[in-house]
């Protein structure tokens, strides 16, 4: 090939990686919900499982805290932030105690009654009012005579203040100048329910930013601090931190690369092009997950990113291979059945979590067999022509020489290799302790002093526990509500027995019409009611006729249709609702959330009480959720198992070959999970995806140790080559084995130990025999 | 003291007798103090009546205690106030929502404190009388006031207090009487006038 056509193809491939790049960039959704990386829900169950884990009420709640040395101050603020938080759009609900009756929009006031539990358990006869009427006049002769004055004609049995108390949740923090405090009375407290689900980053962070700005107008001191914690806040924090870490750990990773790649190849046109079949790969991997899926989820990109940094191997066969008057053509058709083999194993290892049932997995199968096989097709076909001809020949290093020399002194105890693999399978199987993680929080711990200061406000905000939530499910709105008003004596008893703190259901905020229709047909006519307030009135000090508007509301209520859940569209009282009345395609679900719940069993006894309704344990139905997801993923990775072993079969059609190549790398896995047993670490789906990683970076040392078996320079070249393969991605593993975070400690920890063990292993299990060597 | 960081008015120069009068009201904290307080209202047809003590705490709280004809207590934290009658749950709220009370308060605490500085901040101090009969009219100067009290007048004897009268722009009013026990005390006429005069006057001891 001439230096001119050389030119033109290397510019042509850098064009369309670069063209592809820019189409990619252009058009692929970057997704960010964290549900991607569940399991798919089959049953109804398991479906509504997975949206009250992202988007129930709890999931949704902030908790804020404003402090600083002036409680005044930090009162105003709380005022001000909160008005600025419900103008903002990225909150459905804002609450901070404040509480008047204006708050009720007008257009529910002629409602009260068919709100209010009032005519329950009264009526509104002489007698009710007459009592009421005595009150009022005590109200007027106290200091709140000015604050109640107002309403009195209107409304003389202050149904809307009942509302209005009704609605503020059972167990308040105490009121300091009209908001909420701590007991301390130093921190000014609200509630905020994002619109964002809990499981979505990006919502989150774009919620925290509006939260931070809300506040920074909002404060009136300089001195204020906002602290916001919840399910939304961590995530955000979480992602931050993973993603500085990463970054961090990623430069220093390309760093170390470089500098081994320049020792390696003392060459630094190798070292870019050694870098265009991995860029490939990746272009090619995000345009598949592009075309196939339409979004591609931030974990997919990074994580498959790390998965295809194995195609920096492919390159570096070619370039150890080569030497003075050999034609890389030559020798990558020489490589290219032991690459394929390789590429072709990982593959199909990767094409099992396609068929894991979850979305995020299956997305990053495509992407990491997309990019595998761009990256082992363009090393085979397009790098040979660019190589330049090299004058150092690995095989001429004497120290590369004596290393393999002395490898091969080495005995070869293949009965230890067996004997190991037994141990590891009985000490697994023997041992009491569970095998598996299924905590998907363990991975993104939230540090320890967080989670105090996050019990801490939330037991002093009653906020609603994010574990536990009764779930009323049923054809439609108003059977749902039915069953929330047959539940609500029983959780009353609950609270009373001290099972429970407190609890929030819908129809604390919307009756069921049918209860609505009861207290409008309790309500009397114009005439009785007019003749019992006059009664009422009798022994009481107020003028004659200033309760008209009173008895206008109530004859305007008794013509009013009950409200569902579309009439409360507009009104604060939506907010609320909307968040515990939720209607799916096809049926209704009401949530009741609860507080301080202290013995789940005795919810769980009343929630059968009720038909339609279940006691949800988020965390113990997300824990089965992983468990079950798990076992999937495992038996498609046995079949990926079984159909490597077949491909490698039809490469080496030997049984003795096979087994050289495949002992390092299930001995290897083996070692890893039994090692992380032994030192307590339980494995998750990471540790997974790492060991499928780490047994396909096995599966090459040992292909091209094997293939290496009877030449003595080859054998040199390709220790040469999977030293510098191994070496350079022990680097980028053992950094991240360093990260402070669980979740790349464990891709990190895995990968790391996985190539020692694999290079190791692949050295003493694979290698040729003396004899052979000769 | 209540709600000094609200405005800060420019201050004006008392009325001298008004100054020389206050200084001579300043009483030191605790003390109690029995009243009766006779409350007209536009919803109402007659007065009502309650009677029972103030009590003016060493912390700056401020206690009601209505003793008769029913059991109420009202309690002033600085800006929180919580009423609680025999039976029911409390009613809590704040100052910024009761700005008649603020007003009275603030007088009440200020005249007791001997604090002019403050009644000035949020009232134009005048007043009329000798030492031994006079009357302090405060006008408040503050918009939010304003909207919710049209004056507070104080009639007293020589170092005592004896009636603070507030008269709301809606024609409510409510008078308190310090130093009495029950209504008995009181003349038999429940007119305004008859007990406006009867404050002015300060016929009784």
């Not at chain 1, 570096?316 to 890389?328: E, N, P, T």
């Amino acid at each position: 090939m001439t230096k001119t056509r050389r030119g033109l193809l290397l510019v042509a491939w850098i064009a369309t990686v670069a063209i592809l790049g820019w189409i990619v960039d252009r058009h692929l959704v970057i997704g960010a919900d964290l549900r991607l990386f569940m399991p798919s829900p089959r049953t109804p169950q398991e479906r509504l499982i997975l949206e009250e884990i992202g988007e129930g009420p709890a999931s949704r709640m902030l908790l804020l805290a404003i402090s600083g040395p002036d409680p005044q101050a930090a009162a105003d603020t709380s005022r001000a932030l909160a008005a600025a938080l419900r103008a903002s759009g990225e909150f459905r609900l804002v609450a901070n105690g404040e509480s008047n009756p204006g708050a009720i929009p007008d257009s529910l006031l002629s409602y009260r009654y068919l709100l209010s539990p009032t005519l329950d358990h009264s009526a509104l006869d002489a007698g009710f009012l007459r009592a009421q009427l005595e009150e009022r006049v005590r109200d007027l002769s106290s200091p709140a005579a000015g604050l109640l004055e107002p309403w009195l004609p209107r409304d003389p049995t202050l149904e809307l203040l009942k509302l209005a108390d009704s609605w503020l949740p059972a167990r308040q923090p105490q009121l300091l100048y009209d908001v909420w405090f701590g007991a301390s009375g130093k921190e000014a407290l609200l509630v905020a329910e994002t619109r964002a689900a809990g499981f979505d980053p990006q919502g989150q962070r774009k919620t925290a930013d509006a939260l931070q700005r809300a506040f920074d107008d909002s404060r009136t001191d300089g001195n204020l601090r906002l602290e916001s914690s919840g399910p939304g806040a961590f995530s955000v924090l979480m992602q931050e931190r993973t993603q500085g870490e990463a970054q961090w750990l990623g430069s220093a990773s390309v760093f170390g690369m470089v500098i081994l790649l320049l020792v390696a190849y003392r060459s630094v046109p190798v070292l870019v092009l050694g870098l265009l079949p991995l860029l490939s790969a990746g272009v090619a991997g995000l345009a598949a997950v592009g075309m196939i899926f339409g979004t591609v989820h931030g974990i997919t990109l990074g994580f498959g990113f790390t998965l295809i940094g194995v195609a920096q191997d492919y390159p570096m066969h070619l370039f150890s291979h080569q030497r003075r008057g050999l034609d890389a053509r030559a020798s990558a058709r020489a490589l290219w059945p032991t690459l394929a083999t390789g590429v072709a194993s990982t593959c199909v290892a990767y094409l099992a979590f396609l068929f894991s049932g979850v979305r995020g997995l299956a997305q990053l199968a495509v992407f990491t067999v997309t990019g595998l096989a761009v990256a082992g097709l363009t090393t085979r076909f397009l790098l040979p022509s660019l190589v330049p001809e090299s004058s150092r020949d690995a095989a001429d290093s004497a120290r590369l020489g004596r290393l393999w020399h002395a490898i091969a002194e080495l005995p070869r105890p293949l009965w230890l290799g067996v004997a190991t693999a037994l141990a590891c399978v009985a000490y697994l199987a023997l041992s009491p302790r569970p095998l598996w993680e299924n905590d998907l929080g363990a991975l993104t711990p939230i540090p320890p002093a967080l989670l105090a200061r996050d019990s801490a406000l939330r037991q002093e905000l009653g906020a609603p526990d994010v574990r536990h939530l009764l779930v009323i499910e049923d054809s439609d709105a108003e059977s749902v509500l039915q069953k929330a008003a047959d539940l609500e004596p029983k959780l009353a008893a609950l609270v009373a027995r001290g099972v429970l703190e407190g609890y929030d259901q819908p129809a604390r905020y919307l009756p069921a019409k049918s209860v609505q229709e009861r207290r409008r047909a309790a309500l009397p006519d114009a005439d009785t009611l007019r003749a019992s307030l006059n009664e009422a009135l009798g022994t009481t000090p107020f003028k004659p006729g200033i309760f008209e508007p009173f008895l206008a509301d109530v004859a305007t209520a008794r013509q009013l249709p009950a409200l569902g859940p579309a009439d409360l569209a507009g009104t604060p009282v939506e907010a609320r609702i909307s968040s515990l009345l939720l209607q799916r395609e096809d049926h209704w679900t009401g949530l009741a959330t609860l507080t301080g719940v202290n013995d789940a069993g005795a919810v769980a006894q009343v929630a059968a009480q009720v038909p339609g309704t279940t006691l949800l344990d988020l965390k113990q139905a997300s824990e089965d959720l992983v468990a079950h997801q798990r076992e999937r993923i495992l038996w498609c990775l046995a079949v990926a198992a079984v159909l490597l072993v077949i491909v490698v079969f039809a490469a080496l059609r030997d049984a003795l070959r096979v087994r050289r190549v495949l002992a390092p790398m299930a001995l290897t896995t083996l070692l890893i999970v039994a090692l992380f047993h032994a030192t307590g670490v339980s494995l998750s789906l990471f540790h997974l995806i790492a060991l499928v990683l780490a047994a396909g970076l096995g599966l090459d040392y040992a292909l091209f140790f094997e293939h290496a078996a009877d030449d003595p320079a080859e054998q040199r070249r390709t220790l040469h080559a999977v030293i510098v393969c191994s070496l350079s991605t022990l680097l980028v593993f053992a950094l991240l084995a360093l990260s402070t975070l669980p979740v790349l400690r464990a891709i990190g920890l895995t990968v790391a130990a996985g190539v020692v063990s694999n290079f190791v292993l692949a050295l003493l299990l694979t290698r040729p025999s003396r004899r052979t060597a000769g | 003291m209540i709600g000094l960081t609200l405005t800060a008015a420019p201050l004006h120069a008392a009325d001298p007798d008004a100054a020389a009068l206050l200084a001579r009201l300043a009483r030191p904290a605790p003390d109690s103090t029995s009243f009766v307080e006779v409350r007209y209202s536009r919803l109402l047809e007659e007065p009502i009546l309650v009677s029972g003590h103030l009590e003016h705490r060493k912390d700056g709280s401020l206690v009601r205690s209505v003793e008769w004809p029913f059991q109420e207590v009202t309690e002033v934290h600085g800006e929180n106030v919580s009423v609680t009658r025999a039976g029911s749950r409390p009613r809590r709220f704040t100052l910024d929502r009761a700005p008649e009370l603020r007003g009275m308060l603030t007088s009440f605490g200020a005249i007791l404190q001997g604090d002019r500085q403050t009644l000035e901040q949020y009232f134009a101090v005048s007043a009329t009388g000798a030492e031994a009969r006079w009357e302090i009219t405060l006008t408040p100067r503050v918009d939010k006031l304003k909207r919710h009290l049209s004056r507070i007048v104080v009639n007293g004897v020589e170092n005592r207090p004896q009636c603070f009268t507030l008269t709301e722009p809606d024609g409510d009013e409510s008078v308190m009487v310090l130093g009495i026990t029950g209504p008995e005390a009181l003349p038999t006429s429940r007119e305004r006038g008859a007990l406006r005069a009867w404050c002015t006057d300060g016929n009784r001891q």
